[in-house]
């Protein structure tokens, strides 16, 4: 009998070309996530995930060409947006019914061929960014905005969610973001994705399935909560007093620690130093202040790091985005490894099929309605 692992902690459960942690050190396909955050587009990182490799400058301009092609949406996807698109509904649950309903404009959405899987993930790829950007400006009464083909994947997400270009420095973070974000090994969303195509389902039903299990606060949604907690805190003095009263209650201070980095989160520093550079630029900056207050706290009284969902909160928040939108983004980033997880599976496909350790009653014998 094979041994129990609650969680699945520690199981190897598939072979992998997309990225690695390893002494907590990231690595997307054998490239250092120093390397790429300080050097590489995101559009370049999609591109490495999916193929192994980084592309020449006619893929790169390829891969850029149709991903802005794609971003435009069905028309009746926009008008589907009005139906749900409130305060009321949440934008992961938004997301997680908008992109199931990109595959009925997908006649070809059963196709497994290689080549149309590889063209179906830059359309989603592309989509995505617009689903959530779509989806938030109609909620506030707004026309969506078309994308501009002058614009990166990261200027144009801004764009379409602002109506106005964004500056360098926050093109710069939100690539980084992106990059950041893009894939993190078997997590617990793109194990979904590979369970969810395994049994050769298509592409469409594997992202809804990894966007299901994002939603879930243990997985993307930290930084939304790190968000409401600097909101709560209010400023500066009133740092100390709130974790100290969250340390009594034995409350968790979210952004901190990480199952599998034990010595801190690689990623954590660009953000940590993007939010510096953001919120200097928007006129913000006691929130990098509390922010760093916070850590030094937390590594002093609990021994914790902050993960890469604990800076992002403020970059994020410090471009005027609404704090239900981080989760979203999250995905819109995520996207790039979702994709490349389910290429692989179908790649050497067998449907995942775990087995579970019966711990109920045994031999019990049927009684007739009259005599329960």
């Known amino acids: 009998m094979a041994e129990l692992k609650k969680g699945l902690e520690g199981v190897i459960a598939a072979?992998?070309?997309?990225?690695?942690?390893?002494?907590?050190?990231?690595?997307?396909?054998?490239?250092?996530?120093?390397?790429?955050?300080?050097?590489?587009?995101?559009?370049?990182?999609?591109?490495?995930?999916?193929?192994?490799?980084?592309?020449?400058?006619?893929?790169?301009?390829?891969?850029?060409?149709?991903?802005?092609?794609?971003?435009t949406l069905n028309p009746r996807m926009y008008s589907h947006f009005e139906e749900y698109a409130t305060d009321e509904v949440h934008p992961m649950t938004a997301l997680r019914t908008s992109v199931s309903y990109l595959a009925h404009f997908d006649e070809h959405a059963d196709d497994n061929d290689e080549s149309a899987l590889q063209e179906r993930a830059i359309r989603i790829q592309a989509k995505i960014a617009s689903l959530v950007t779509s989806f938030a400006r109609v909620r506030e009464g707004k026309e969506p905005v078309k994308p501009d083909a002058?614009?990166?994947?990261?200027?144009?997400?801004?764009?379409?969610?602002?109506?106005?270009?964004?500056?360098?420095?926050?093109v710069e973070g939100f690539n980084k973001a992106l990059i950041?974000?893009?894939?993190?090994?078997?997590?617990?969303?793109?194990?979904?994705?590979?369970?969810?195509?395994?049994?050769?389902?298509?592409?469409?039903?594997?992202?809804?399935?990894?966007?299901?299990?994002?939603?879930?606060?243990l997985h993307g949604g930290a930084n939304e909560r790190v968000m409401k907690m600097l909101k709560e805190i209010g400023s500066i003095?009133?740092?100390?007093?709130?974790?100290?009263?969250?340390?009594?209650?034995?409350?968790?201070?979210?952004?901190?620690?990480?199952?599998?980095?034990?010595?801190?989160?690689?990623?954590?520093?660009?953000?940590?130093?993007m939010s510096r550079k953001i919120t200097e630029e928007t006129g913000q900056k006691e929130l990098f202040e509390m922010s760093v207050k916070i850590a030094d706290i937390m590594k002093d009284k609990k021994g914790l790091l902050p993960n890469v969902d604990f800076f992002?909160?403020?970059?994020?928040?410090?471009?005027?985005?609404?704090?239900?939108?981080?989760?979203?983004?999250?995905?819109?980033?995520?996207?790039?490894?979702?994709?490349?997880?389910i290429l692989e599976q179908l790649r050497d496909n067998r449907i995942m099929r775990p087995r579970a350790t019966y711990v109920g009653e045994v031999d019990r014998k049927y009684t007739s309605i009259d005599e329960r």
């Open 237 to 273: 003095d009133n740092v100390e007093p709130y974790l100290e009263k969250a340390f009594e209650n034995k409350e968790k201070v979210m952004g901190f620690g990480h199952r599998v980095y034990k010595n801190g989160d690689p990623r954590a520093k660009y953000l940590k130093e």
């Open 180 to 217: 950041l974000h893009a894939d993190h090994e078997l997590n617990a969303s793109a194990f979904t994705a590979r369970c969810a195509v395994s049994s050769l389902s298509d592409m469409y039903s594997g992202i809804t399935a990894a966007v299901g299990s994002l939603k879930g606060p």
């Open 150 to 170: 002058s614009l990166s994947y990261a200027a144009n997400f801004l764009y379409m969610l602002r109506g106005e270009k964004p500056t360098d420095v926050e």
């Open 15 to 71: 072979e992998t070309k997309i990225s690695s942690i390893i002494d907590s050190q990231l690595t997307y396909a054998g490239y250092d996530i120093d390397d790429l955050t300080e050097n590489a587009e995101f559009e370049e990182i999609i591109f490495l995930l999916w193929n192994y490799r980084l592309p020449n400058q006619k893929e790169l301009t390829e891969l850029k060409e149709k991903l802005y092609k794609y971003m």
């Open 312 to 341: 992002s909160a403020t970059v994020y928040h410090s471009m005027n985005i609404e704090y239900d939108l981080f989760t979203p983004i999250f995905a819109v980033s995520r996207t790039a490894g979702w994709t490349a997880h």
